[in-house]
């Protein structure tokens, strides 16, 4: 961490559409170690968030326990949010979207919150389809309990006094799909340029959406041996798809017209071109998705970009028939029908 | 790009853009928080090694340093250094027994030096202490050139003049008042080892239009009726001034006029205000004191009446400006009386050399100005040489003494039979400012304060005597919130490629978005690629050894650093560091090998 909060100064910086400069989108200092993964992750909401023109009053920001989820705090001070239980942010933000579904959701969790404490709620939320972006930042280790191996560490990779792990890792992105995810995909904290474009398309995806960022843990998993490694991830990093998020679809012209980028318009408005590296790999392949994650692994290349999309799931939010309108916004006769109302529905269970 | 030669005494020194900026090349930011601990006695000796003349400066600088500030870029308005100055001189202890002393013996080498200004006063300065005996020659009855003469006792009073000029004489210096030299030939035939000319640019144009003989007791040369001000010849002007030409002479002319009973003061320009070679804070100064100042008047002619001057005639102008802001047409609409009793010119002035026998090998062009180097200041006769307004025509105080200090150099040298052009380069010693995890050896927090305001002398009360200073310096208030505005840039931002593991740690901390991590290539790429694009092609960029893992380089954009050094704290490694630049600019003693490089 820093000695001081980041000065504000925005006078040399651009404005969004809401006259909004980046640093309007930025939270309280961070207490997060010096050189941790989380914190670009942080910066990248920020730079996407103030690029989609969301005001940060439109978002509701949850998470449970861990490093990663400290990192709410430090974005977009002015919104939502909640801070809960170990392992249970999909249920609160369960709740909330139900009596919201105008805010936008962004889970924040680690590999420990998420696939040990919370795996059955992190399973159930993409389940549910709850409508909302689920980033996780992965590094392999408990930091907040001094380095112990993760359900995410790789067989054989090394803890930092060098003994090798000797369990298989969970692989959230392989979970998800199993689960029937409409939107995975795989990033690295290093990697702004993939990381805040996938950012926006999760964010503006109509559904569950999975980021599974690799975010190293700059003490205690960061060394020679580790597979979580700054290091490590340059040199075996991958992405298999480019995606631009482009918000209008009349902006699209010139350079992205004519270059073999598949389009995908997004339920909230706007397109993502999918641009593939790989010749062969198409993002709307859940089988091939789950085979190259699963046999890939072997040559040691981490595959990132947006692994699989799929816009034509109905979210809970619609499956359950939940009305538009926030509930706070609804009368008091649309909230409470009358006690005729509620004696016609007990008669049913009769 | 090719990864930036830090060892380049000249990239840091233009990263602290104060200290670049000063011809005397002042290091400020250290001298800013020798005040902010409290130190005013260092303060002032760190200014007086590089300027001579801390408190004198210290309210009338022409402050090239202000404009280039930093702190203008990043915010709204400068560090008020200037200001800054004068606090180190006010509120210093004694100094004499801490400043260079009269040797014991001399070195038997003789140095005349002509005029008593701060260009002379600066070689004696430098050049006493070493053994020189220097015998300065002054036509007035007091030491100080266009200090004393030209500026008003109300913006530098004479007791901060004759303190200054004092710790000069002291070293051993002879003056000579009332001596002016009629004749360079005779003064060199008294056996000297070099001559400087620190004379001046004495002057004043005059406006030879219509009416100007007639008037001529109502029309005053600024240079010449301010010095007769100073000098008390004068004391009384007519109510009604207009004065001609809005440089800072004329600015002293005007507010002159309102101590000397005037009380409608006009100052005509010629064309508008964005033209005006006044220093904006003199302006300023002007205007608070309700002096009009009258744009787009051109003077025509003097209006006579029973041979009195009662007014003057203006031809008034428009002006088509393209987006440059440059003049493309010029029209006259017109004309104008306006009447006074009195007008002052205050129109530029020139060097003058009527005492410089042109057959003794020293040229001049067509012009009438010497042929001067300017890297030594030697003439094209050995041996003598040229500083201040005389060398290269009028600048200021702070080019004078930064002038005398270059000749000083050469004036050793020629002394000492060594080549003069083979001077010492500067230098910069790199020293980290880590004091522990997250301390640093300066504040590095960053204050949102604006610049803080001189507080002034109340307007009547001002008006009623002329030698009452305006300005009443900085509280402590205004000297706490101040010195915390300085961004120490000398406090620099030092990078180790080896060591980056490309976390992105400082580009998501720095508070200016001055960092990116880019693919190299040339230089209009990479400002184009920067996070925010480095668009100020006046600063430069940093750009690393290639990094380990990709290959990519680290690039800083030097425009709006704020030096608060949260690169340094966020980065894991510590291949960000502040490191503290002194920048080495080295003086005659340096080069006599009395003071090793510091």
Known sequence: ?350 | MQPTDTRDPDYFHKVVDCQWACPAHTPVPEYIRLIAQGDFTGAYLVNRRSNVFPGILGRVCDRPCEPACRRGRVEEEPVAICRLKRVAADHRDEVSHLLPQKPDKTNGKKIALIGAGPASLTVANDLAPLGYECTIFEAHHRPGGLMIANIPAFRLPEEVLDEEIGYILNMGVELKLNSRVESLRALMEGGYDAVFVGSGAPKGKDLDIEGRQEADANIHIGIDWLESVAFEHIDKIGKRVLIIGVGNTAMDCCRTSLRLGADDVKVMARKPRQFFKASPWELEDAEDENVEIVVNHSPKRFVVENGKLVGMEFELMEYELDDDGNITETRKAGTKVIPCDDVILAIGQENAFPWIERDLGIEFDKWGVPVVDETTHQSTLPGVFFGGDSAFGPKNIIWAVEHGHQAAISIHKHCQDEAITERMPRGVNLQSAKMGVNEWMYSNAYTGAHRRDMPLVELKQRLSNRKTEVELGFDAERIATEVQRCLNCDVQTVFEAPLCKECDACLDICPVDCLSILPNGEEEALRQGMKVPAANKEQALYVSEPLKDTGRVMVKDENLCLHCGLCAERCPTAAWDMQDADIFIPHVDNEAGKVAAE
């Open chain 1, 1 to 350: 961490m820093t000695s001081m909060p980041k000065p504000f100064i925005d006078k040399h910086l651009p404005k969004n559409k809401l006259g909004l400069s980046v640093r309007n989108y930025e939270g309280v200092m961070s207490t997060l170690c010096a050189g941790c993964g989380h914190d670009s992750v942080t910066a990248a909401l920020v730079q996407a968030f103030w690029e989609l023109d969301l005001a940060p009053e439109s978002a509701a920001k949850v998470s449970g326990i861990g490093c990663s989820s400290k990192t709410t705090a430090y974005f977009m001070g002015q919104s939502h949010g909640i801070n809960c239980v170990h392992g249970r942010m999909p249920s609160v933000a369960t709740g909330a979207n139900a009596v919201n579904g105008k805010l936008h959701y962004i889970g924040i969790s680690g590999d420990g919150d998420s696939l040990s404490i919370g795996f059955g709620q992190f399973a159930h939320a993409i389940r549910r389809n709850l409508n909302m972006l689920y980033v996780l930042e992965n590094n392999g280790v408990y930091g907040l309990t001094k380095g112990q191996f993760s359900a995410s560490a790789d067989y054989g990779s090394k803890s930092k006094k060098g003994v090798p792990n000797e369990q298989t890792p969970i692989d959230p992105c392989v979970q998800a799909l199993t689960l029937g995810a409409g939107f995975v995909a795989r990033a690295f904290s290093g990697d702004k340029s993939q990381l805040v474009p996938l950012i926006k398309a999760g964010l503006m995806h109509k559904g569950f959406a999975l980021i599974d960022v690799i975010s190293p843990c700059v003490t205690f998993n960061d060394h020679a041996g580790s597979t979580k490694s700054y290091a490590h991830t340059y040199k075996y990093y991958h992405p298999l798809v480019h995606t631009d998020f482009v918000a209008h679809a009349e902006e699209i012209t010139g350079e992205y017209a004519d270059d073999g980028a598949m389009r995908v318009t997004m339920h909230d408005g706007g397109e993502l071109l999918l641009r593939k590296t790989d010749s062969d790999y198409d993002p709307r392949d859940r089988a091939q998705a789950i085979e190259t994650l699963m046999l890939g692994g072997s040559d040691g290349e981490i595959r990132t970009g947006l692994l699989y999309l799929n816009e034509d799931m109905a979210d809970m939010h619609a499956a359950n028939r939940l009305p538009d309108a926030p509930l706070n916004t609804l009368s008091y006769d649309q909230l409470n029908p009358g006690s005729g109302a509620l004696a016609a529905l007990q008669k049913r269970y009769r």
